[in-house]
């Protein structure tokens, strides 16, 4: 009876002090908390680890994930197994948008309204694919995420069987024509392509509740490309269910039918003037512009010079 309480007394002694040490000092933590990326419909198997913070922060490799590039210089079109190591998601500020998520290279990400959320679906392949290029991970990729919530970030199998990252349940793409951080040439495109939110929803001019997303209105810079044509439509959102007009060639140009035009798709920089001849009052504008009216343009284009 007696070792009997003393062996107990023993134990208790020794817990005591692990419980005490255990006060004493902070147990460490992981700096990299990982849990795996979310799985959507039509997903299986192992999904990419999700990471708080950025790529940088977390020390990825260089030349890898969404810094790795091809022998042009563009993005993400080196050898695919080093570009799908790791994808970046961070909300941050870029052209008139913001919040809108980036990746690691600092490039807009955007999403499909021909898409669905619930459940995920990916409707852009083929040469879709080649002017959206879907944001992709493979099995033991990282997605490293900086204001994004981890809940609200997953993966969608697509038809080619590849695994393509959601937010909101949104597949991500980025956009061919991005080509610098800041751009953001797909907002507003065919009135189907917007940046996307952290949420997952359609990313807003600053200051503007999500949801409701801002027409690419910046004014060019001086190094970007002149447009030579333009597709004039009449109604907003370049609708095809209003009637629309071409214009093309390089210096002014009158338009067939001045002052019905409310949205603009050219693929470089231009002026509009309110008067034929290139004359009156003008705005220049770069790249789509889905609604004229927030460059206080809508039905007052009736010339564009190009060059």
Known sequence: MFDKRVVSVVVLIAAGALSLAACG????????AQKPAGQQSGDSGAVAALVSGTAKANNAPPRTGD????????????DQGVARKWVQLKADDAGSLGPVVVNGAGL??????KDAAEPSKSTCNGECAKTWPPVLVTSGSKIFVAGVKKSVVGTVQRDDGTRQVTIGGWPVYRFAKDTKPGETKGQGVGGIWFGVAPSGQKAAARGASAGEPAPQTQ?????RQSATSAILFDGKNFSDNEA???VSGNGCKNVARPHVTSSIST???LKLWSEKDCKGRAVVITG??????????????ASVFFG
């Open 67 to 78: 810094w790795a590039t091809g022998s042009d210089g563009t993005p993400n079109t080196a």
């Open 25 to 32: 000092s902070e147990a460490p933590v992981p700096a990299q």
């Open 267 to 269: 693929d470089g920089s």
């Open 288 to 301: 789509d512009v889905a609604d004229l009216a927030a460059v206080e343009f809508d039905n007052g284009v």
């Open 244 to 246: 629309s007009q071409g």
């Open 108 to 113: 807009t990400l955007y999403r499909f309204d």
């Open 219 to 223: 004014s060019a810079p001086e190094d």
